[in-house]
């Protein structure tokens, strides 16, 4: 951490700077108290403050007060959305579902729904697959919740918070892994459906584990809502308005939390959303307690959610998970083989010794990929840190020429000057840990 003091230019236009380095905040009050009622400017990072990521913030503060906030992003950034276009349409998936790492589903979904749309299949993708992309991005959602309130309760030194989530958001990603292979940064989700069907099993073993992350919720809630120093920790604090929200495109949690219920799963409904059953929680006062106890609320709605995509998994046993057309279909039968431990042998056998064209089509469809028609498309989903839109563009080949992803937690961030200047330096750890930005959504 550093602190800059600039004194006004006088009328011999002299210019004096102090300048004070360390880690602790008894340093820079003591710089503070020296250069009296100048201007401090602090270096809040680039660090870790409840951002899930590396983040700068450059403060402008008198006292304790903060005057003025300036955020510095680009410090975690990976160049995704430029590498994307030297990949086939499906190979993006690998690269997108990198960005918000703490809910990699999300991106998957946005995306492929936008190349569906492009190729003019929305229709046309399997109930199945629509019903798993369903249940494993509510299960994702409760994951990044999860993981908001864990380690936003770590920031105020809460240890127990963060391992009671932590927990609850580990049974999830054994189901992750279980169905994908990977526990994060999936690449699952593929243009036309999903890369494989439910493993056999799978539905018994999620409704194992669900009642012990119902568990962990429910305690995390107990621990916290009635909590009094949480509750002054976070309450009257960090505070925006609907029009401040609406006027600095906030989404997600943090709006539905000052009143509005804007959800693109119910606004403009996706993947048969508006076949389910489920609210969307509010609160009328959005302050960091309120978006907290939003996503408790939220976590229940998606286990809500799960449950109805369970018995619809279980009454489509043996359904396609990927669409007809097999000049887009990805070839599910390469994923996993029946032991568990790699390809499918008779998928292998079929492609090596028994139809030639079967193993040109595998290679081209696999190393080449699919020609997506030109023109532009634009898709909405209802990201777990809010709306998450993403504007792909064809020129006809068999790689983007653009994907630009609207990342919620980027467009979230340009709301944090509006909650924290007026209000104290301790309180803007509480409130970035409230507003949840993850930087690898951010920088991409």
Known sequence: MSV??????SEDATLSEYTASGGDWDDIAAEAERVGEERIVVNMGPVHPSTHGVLR????IEGETVKEIRVGTGYLHTGIEKNMEFRTWTQGVTFCTRMDYVAPLHNE??????VEKLLGITDEIPERAQVIRVMMSELNRIASHLVAIGTGGNEMGGTTVMTIGFRGREEILRIFERIT???MNHAYFRPGGVAQDLPPGTTEYIRELLPKVRRDIGELHDLLAANPIFKLRMQKVGYISIAGALALSLTGPCLRAAGLPLDMRKLQPYCGYETYEFDVPTRTYSDPYNRTMVRFDECYQSLRIVMQCLDRLEASEGEPI????KKIAWPAQLSIGSDGQGNSLSHIKQIMSESM???IHHFKIVTEGFRVPAGQAYSLTEHAKGVMGVHAVSDGGNRPYRVHFRDPSYANLQSSAMMVEGGMVADIVVTMA???PVLGGVDR
């Open 4 to 9: 800059h003091a600039t004194r006004p230019a």
């Open 57 to 60: 913030l450059i403060l402008d």
């Open 109 to 114: 979904l946005g995306y492929v729904l936008a």
């Open 181 to 183: 292979g990977l526990r």
């Open 322 to 325: 990927m669409v007809a057309d």
């Open 357 to 359: 064209e079967s193993l």
């Open 434 to 436: 409230s507003l949840d």
